[in-house]
C-alpha cells in the first residue's frame, strides 16, 4: 500500500507544479505578441494579409477563452473589396474541468461586427477559391458512398459532442455581401443577428433570427425575422425548428406591391431516412391564408417532394389589388370574389402531380388531376370535372351594344373587321396537351348547355378539340374543333351534327334578337377556313352541311302575304294592311349548301306546309354581307289560315319570290311578269279550248250531214258497179 501512497504524493506534487507553472505562464504570457508571427503564417499559408488591430485575450482557468478584436483578412487579388472579412469581436470560452472528461460546455459564443464580402468575377472565379488549397473537396472522388449506422448509434456522434452544451450564441451586427459579375447580381445582407439559448443534444433551445436583405439592380429590400425551437439529435441524425415562425416584410421594383407574409409549422429533416417534412404549415399573405403539409424524401438523391395544401375563402379581387394589378372589369360585377384551393401533390425532377385538385370560384366547383411532365417542354395531362359555370359573367361588359330584346337597331359597321387576330403562335407550337374536360352546365355565348364532354389534344401546333358533345335545347350536338398554327397563318375547322334542337330559342339566347327561323332542327356542317382576321376567315371559309327543320317558321318573310299582295297588283286593286305575323309557317324545311371562299350557295331548299310548298334557290355572299336567293312558291290551299280572303285561282301557280338586299336590308318581291305570263299562258290555253270546243259544238253536225251523204253516194256506186259486172259475168 506504501507505493500506492507515494505515488498519490507524487501525483499531487506534480499536479501543484502544473497548476503552479500554469499560473506563472498566464501571468508573464502575453498573446498579442504573436500577432506578426500569427499574420506571416496565415500570409505564407493563403498568401493574404491578416491584420490584427484589437487585442488577443486568453484565460485558462476556470474556463477555456479567448477574446479576438478587430481582425481583418485581405481579399483576393483582382477583387474591389479592400478585406474579404474583417470582424470587431469574438469571445468564446469554454469550461476548462469537462474538457478534462471530454466533455464539451462551450459557456458562450459571440461574434460581432462580421463583414463578409463573397463574389464572383466575370470569368466565374470566386474570391475564396485560393482559400480552399490544394486538398478542397474538388479533389476528392466525385461521389463518396455515406456509411449508414444504425439508429441510435453512439459512434455516430464524436465523443467529445455527445454531451455538448453551449450557454448559447449571439451574432450582431453582421453584414454579407454577394457580388456575381456574371448574373450581374450585387446582394446584401445587412444586418444579420442571431440568437441561440442553451443548446444541448436532444433538447429543443430557443432560436431567434432577424436580418434585411437588399439587392441593388432592380432595387429589393426584405426584412425577415424567424423564431423557433431548435431541435438537435446527432445520434439519431434527426433536426427540426418546432414552432417555427418566420415573417417577411419585402418590397421593390419587381415586386407589384409590398409583399407581408408570415410562415408557421414545424420543419423537420431525418437524415438517416433521407427525408424531410414541414408539418402544421401555414401560410398567410395578402389576407389569404393556406394550410398543409409537405415532404420530401430522398435528400440525397432525386428527391420527391409531395403535400397538401388548402386555402380558405379568397377574394380574387381584393387579392389582385392587393398585388397592385387592376381587377378586370366583368359582365357581371359580383364574381371573382369568392374562391378556394385544395390540392394534394407530388413533384420529382421535371414530374409534377397533382392527384387531387379542387378549386372553387364563385358558384362554380372544379375537381380533377393535373400531370405536367418535362417542365422545360411541358407534357401537360389532365383530367377535370365542373359542375356548372357560366363563362359570360367573366367576359367583359358589353357597352354599348343593344343589350337582348331591348329592339336596339345594331350599329351601322363597314364590312367585317380587318384587324388582326393576336394569337399566342409560339406557345400554341410549344403545347404539349392532351386531356378531357366534362361540364354538367355551360353558359356560354348566352347559350345554356348542359352534360358537355370534350376532349383536347394539342402537339407541336396543332390543337383538336375532338369529340365535343353536350345536351342543348332539346336536343344534342356532336363535332370537333380544330387549329393548326404550324404556319404563319393558321388555320381553322370545325365540324358539328346537332340533332332535335329548338332552333328558335338557340338563336334567341345566342344574338339575342328574334330569330330567323324556329323549329326543331337536324344541322350538320363540316367547315373549314384560314386567316388573320375575320375578314380574311370569312373570305377563307370552304365547306358543306345539310339541315332539316320540322314544325317552324321563317321569320322576316310572310310568303302568304306577298303571294296576297302581288295578287292584289296584278288585278288593279289596292293592297289590303295585314296584322299577321311577318313569318312563314313549315312543317319541313330541308336543304343542303356549300361555301366556296365566303359565299353559301343552295339549290335544293323545300319547304313545306298546310299552305305552301316552297322550292328555293340562290347565294349568300358572305364577304359582300348579300343575298340573292329566288323561291319558287305554289298554293296548295286557301289563305285563310294566314288572315287573307281566299286566293283559290292561285292554286298550283307558281309564284317566284326574289329575296335580294343586303343582310341588314332584305329586299323581298314577287315576280308579277313571270307570274302574268303564267296567267296569260293559261288564259290562252283556256281560250283555245273555248273557241275549239264552240267550233266542234257548230260545224260537227254540217260535217255529219255530209258524211252521211257521201256514204249514201258511196253505196249508190258501189251498188252500180256490182250491177254491172254480174252483168258482164253472164
Not at 500570409?43 to 491578416?50: A, C, F, S
Not at 337536324?522 to 375575320?534: P, Q, T
Amino acid at each position: 500500500m506504501k507505493w500506492i501512497k507515494r505515488a498519490l504524493v507524487a501525483v499531487t506534487v506534480v499536479l501543484v507544479l502544473f497548476v503552479a507553472l500554469l499560473i506563472f505562464l498566464l501571468a508573464t504570457f502575453d498573446p498579442n505578441a504573436y500577432k506578426d508571427r500569427i499574420s506571416a503564417a496565415v500570409q505564407e499559408q493563403t498568401g493574404r494579409e491578416l491584420t490584427i488591430s484589437g487585442d488577443i485575450g486568453l484565460s485558462v482557468f476556470p474556463r477555456l477563452a479567448l477574446t479576438l478584436g478587430e481582425t481583418t483578412l485581405a481579399n483576393g487579388e483582382g477583387f474591389p473589396d479592400a478585406h474579404f472579412a474583417r470582424i470587431r469581436e469574438v469571445d468564446v470560452a469554454v469550461a476548462m474541468l469537462p474538457l478534462l472528461r471530454r466533455e464539451l460546455q462551450v459557456e458562450r459564443v459571440r461574434l460581432e461586427g462580421l463583414d463578409l464580402n463573397l463574389a464572383r468575377d466575370a470569368q466565374g472565379r470566386s474570391n475564396w477559391d485560393d482559400l480552399l488549397g490544394d486538398g478542397d473537396a474538388r479533389d476528392l472522388p466525385a461521389e463518396t458512398p455515406p456509411v449508414s449506422r444504425p439508429p441510435s448509434d453512439p459512434d455516430a456522434v464524436p465523443p467529445m459532442l455527445r454531451d455538448l452544451d453551449i450557454a448559447g450564441v449571439e451574432i450582431r451586427d453582421a453584414r454579407v455581401r454577394w457580388r456575381d459579375a456574371q448574373a450581374g447580381t450585387d446582394l446584401v445582407v445587412d444586418p444579420f443577428n442571431l440568437t441561440l439559448g442553451r443548446l444541448r443534444l436532444g433538447q429543443e433551445t430557443p432560436l431567434e433570427l432577424a436580418f434585411q436583405t437588399r439587392l441593388g439592380e432592380p432595387a429589393l429590400t426584405a426584412a425577415t425575422h424567424l423564431s423557433a425551437l431548435l431541435y438537435l439529435d446527432m445520434a439519431n441524425q434527426r433536426y427540426g425548428l418546432l414552432r417555427l415562425t418566420a415573417a417577411l416584410d419585402a418590397r421593390g421594383e419587381t415586386l407589384p406591391a409590398p409583399i407581408r407574409a408570415r410562415l408557421e409549422g414545424d420543419l423537420w429533416a431525418d437524415l438517416r431516412s433521407d427525408m424531410a417534412k414541414l408539418e402544421r404549415l401555414t401560410l398567410t399573405a395578402f389576407d389569404t391564408q393556406i394550410t398543409g403539409l409537405m415532404e420530401v424524401e430522398s435528400l440525397t438523391g432525386e428527391s420527391r417532394v409531395h403535400g397538401e395544401l388548402r386555402s380558405g375563402r379568397v377574394n380574387p379581387r381584393q387579392l389582385m389589388q392587393s398585388l397592385g394589378m387592376e381587377a378586370p372589369e366583368t359582365a357581371n360585377p359580383d364574381v371573382l370574389k369568392n374562391a378556394a384551393l385544395d390540392l394534394a401533390f407530388a413533384m420529382q425532377g421535371e414530374h409534377l402531380d397533382l392527384s387531387r385538385l379542387v378549386v372553387t370560384l364563385d358558384e362554380s366547383s372544379m375537381t380533377g388531376n393535373v400531370s405536367i411532365r418535362d417542365f422545360t417542354t411541358p407534357v401537360i395531362s389532365l383530367s377535370l370535372q365542373v359542375d356548372r359555370i357560366n363563362l359570360d359573367h367573366y367576359l367583359p361588359p358589353a357597352g354599348d351594344r343593344p343589350l337582348p330584346d331591348t329592339g336596339q337597331a345594331p350599329a351601322p359597321r363597314d364590312g367585317w373587321p380587318e384587324e388582326t387576330i393576336e394569337l399566342p403562335l409560339e406557345l400554341l407550337r410549344s403545347l404539349n396537351l392532351s386531356g378531357d374536360l366534362s361540364i354538367g352546365r355551360l353558359v356560354v355565348g348566352n347559350l345554356d348547355l348542359s352534360d358537355v364532354m370534350l376532349e383536347l389534344r394539342a402537339r407541336d401546333g396543332q390543337m383538336d378539340l375532338r369529340p365535343f358533345r353536350a345536351a342543348l335545347y332539346g336536343g344534342r350536338v356532336e363535332g370537333a374543333l380544330g387549329l393548326d398554327a404550324r404556319r404563319d397563318t393558321p388555320r381553322f375547322q370545325a365540324r358539328s351534327d346537332l340533332q332535335g334542337v329548338r332552333m328558335g330559342n338557340l338563336l334567341q339566347d345566342l344574338t339575342g334578337e328574334t330569330p330567323v327561323v324556329t323549329g326543331t332542327a337536324n344541322l350538320r356542317f363540316d367547315l373549314n377556313s384560314r386567316g388573320e382576321s375575320i375578314k380574311a376567315l370569312i373570305a377563307g371559309l370552304n365547306g358543306n352541311g345539310d339541315l332539316r327543320f320540322a314544325d317552324g317558321a321563317v321569320k322576316g318573310i310572310n310568303v302568304a302575304q306577298i303571294i296576297r299582295d302581288g295578287e292584289a297588283r296584278l288585278r288593279g286593286r289596292a293592297v289590303e294592311p295585314s296584322d299577321a305575323p311577318v313569318q312563314t309557317d313549315f312543317t319541313e324545311l330541308t336543304g343542303s349548301f356549300r361555301i366556296d371562299n365566303g359565299v353559301v350557295g343552295n339549290q335544293d331548299l323545300q319547304a313545306a306546309s298546310p299552305l305552301l310548298r316552297v322550292q328555293g334557290r340562290g347565294t349568300v355572299d358572305l364577304n359582300r354581307e348579300r343575298l340573292d336567293y329566288r323561291l319558287d312558291t305554289s298554293l296548295v290551299a286557301t289563305l285563310e289560315g294566314q288572315g287573307g280572303r281566299p286566293l283559290d285561282d292561285l292554286r298550283n301557280v307558281n309564284l317566284p319570290i326574289t329575296i335580294r338586299g343586303t343582310f341588314s336590308e332584305p329586299r323581298f318581291g314577287l315576280d308579277l311578269a313571270s307570274v302574268l305570263g303564267g296567267r296569260l299562258d293559261q288564259e290562252r290555253e283556256r281560250l283555245e279550248q273555248q273557241v275549239q270546243e264552240r267550233v266542234e259544238e257548230k260545224v260537227q253536225p254540217l260535217i255529219d250531214q255530209q258524211r252521211d251523204r257521201v256514204q249514201q253516194e258511196a253505196d249508190r256506186i258501189r251498188d252500180q258497179l256490182g250491177d254491172r259486172l254480174l252483168d258482164r259475168l253472164r
